[in-house]
């Protein structure tokens, strides 16, 4: 079993940053794909990013490339998600989820993921 927990969420202005960490325990990253999703009121539960240390891929939708920067920390059992020049349309629940499997394919499906963290609020304000 593997525990996530989110955090570095909160209130910024636009075209400000954050940056989002996943913590994990029970078990290591290094094998898993991360995958960060983002979730606004009324809409469906969306990848930002995904991260497979051991293949060396990483993956962005098209939203958010060039701003956010997906990464990990074999050492502190970390995925972290920087966000720059954030947008209000970047406004949501961020999730972190991790898929056992290590695979890369589909690592845009939420159905893809055995565990996920309680999310962080992402709030970019005008």
């Known amino acids: 079993q593997v525990q996530l927990v989110e955090s570095g969420g909160g209130l910024v202005q636009a075209g400000g940053s954050l940056r989002l960490s996943c913590a994990a325990s029970?078990?290591?990253?290094?094998?898993?794909?991360v995958g960060w999703f983002r979730q606004a009121p009324g809409k469906e539960r969306d990848v930002v990013a995904a991260?497979?240390?051991?293949?060396?891929?990483?993956v962005y939708a098209d939203s958010v490339k060039g701003r956010f920067t997906i990464s990990i920390n074999n050492a502190k059992n970390t995925v972290y998600l920087q966000m720059n020049s954030l947008k209000p349309e970047d406004t949501a629940v961020y999730y972190c989820?991790?898929?056992?499997?290590?695979?890369?394919?589909?690592?845009?499906?939420?159905?893809?993921?055995?565990?996920w963290g309680q999310g962080t609020q992402v709030t970019v304000s005008s």
């Open positions: 991260i497979n240390w051991r293949l060396g891929r990483t």
């Open positions: 029970g078990r290591t990253f290094d094998s898993y794909t």
């Open positions: 989820a991790a898929d056992a499997r290590g695979s890369w394919y589909n690592t845009g499906l939420p159905s893809r993921y055995d565990f």
